[in-house]
């Protein structure tokens, strides 16, 4: 379903309805058994198109417990976001201060039904089923040809081990996700903080006497490295990931704003100076999600992944040809 034709059906919704929608997340590590009775905490919890109507906790034993939220809505859609990426984040921030809290999960399998969907059925308003698919980003197979697999092994075998660490943390990285088709936006966190450990590595035995920075700026002016970022500008669809760099203010000590500098570059078609300030950026995001004061930057880590991943396996193979 697009995003015009579910407009469409929202604007039908009567003015005297409100889908009534419950929530059940299982969280582990926790004895949780009572029902939230400050009225004015459920109103800070609530957003615009979400008011929380109730939040119990039921304990089932051993480390489990059930919350069950009620909320009220218009809007189906942010309401699924809503629960995924703000209701489950309060929650988890909550019990992580509380003193005995040694070990927390919340499953990741929340169930949201909404309760008078059958008097919605009856008014003709359109419902819109809970589904991962509106969070999160599908994930498809990589297509891998023999002669491809063959060229990178003969490249590659001579000079295994020096890369070993890096290829190591590169398949932490990947295997973030595990057996599921999609990733989330916290996915996409813990693989790029964990996919700059590879790069760590990688430029860590390349320039042994250099500093993180020193050595990110050296890489920046390897010749690969600039052809690389001349062929993301010559792809649109690769391009938009360097202009949503661009889009934020991503700084560094030095340099402040070192997204403002890579615009500046690429109006000018000043290819070092695109080389240099898209690496700066691409650091200075794992700074800021390494030292915890990521806001806009832990948006970012989903492009950053894409420009970071192709650069890691081009700087290795390059390195041993």
Known sequence: MDNESISEKKSKIPDDFFYIVKVNMDISGCKLNFKISDRDLLQLISCDD???????????????SVLECIISTKDLLKTYAFITYELKLLIIKTLLLIKNVKDLS????????????????ERDIPIIPYSEKYLELVVEPANIKENEFT?????????????????????????????????????????YSILWTA???FYSKIYPDKRDREAVEAIAKEEYVKEYFSCILKSPDKC??????CGETVVLRKDNNVSKKLEESMEKMDYDGIALNA?????????????????????????AFEILNPLI?????????
């Open 313 to 321: 396996k081009l700087s290795i193979i390059n390195k041993v040809k």
């Open 151 to 191: 060229y990178i092994m003969k490249s590659f075998i001579k000079n295994y081990y020096r890369f070993d660490d890096s290829l190591f943390w590169m398949y932490v990285s990947y295997s973030v996700i595990g057996k599921s088709n999609v990733k989330n936006k916290f996915d996409f966190i813990s693989q």
């Open 240 to 245: 938009k990931l360097l202009k949503e760099f």
């Open 199 to 201: 790069f760590n590595a």
């Open 50 to 64: 979400c008011m929380v109507k109730s939040i119990c906790f039921d304990y089932k034993g051993g480390r489990k």
């Open 279 to 303: 690496v700066l950026c691409l650091y200075a995001i794992r700074n800021a999600v390494v030292h915890g004061y990521a806001k806009k930057e832990s948006k970012l880590c989903r492009d």
């Open 106 to 121: 919340i499953d990741d399998n929340i169930s949201c039904a909404i309760e008078n969907e059958k008097e919605a059925v």
